[in-house]
């Protein structure tokens, strides 16, 4: 199966701190040094919960009002 690049526990703290208003999109990548998009992440986490982060064998689809 596919290998997550962060850990679950390290992708939540992130997120979280991401939309308490702790910190902005760019810190926190840098924190993590990625360039990966923290708020898009964000809506991930609002639409789905911690299960998210779950590891999945397969590659996810979202609907378009999701990727809005």
């Known amino acids: ?7 679950k526990e390290l992708k939540l703290s992130i997120v979280k701190r991401y939309l308490e208003g702790e910190e902005s999109t760019i810190s926190l990548a840098k924190e993590i040094n990625t360039s990966g998009n923290i708020g898009a992440t964000g809506k991930k986490y609002n639409a789905f919960g911690e299960s998210a982060f779950d590891i999945s064998n397969t590659n996810a689809s979202y609907t378009k009002n999701l990727k809005k």
């Open 1 to 7: 199966g596919r290998k997550n690049k962060y850990l």
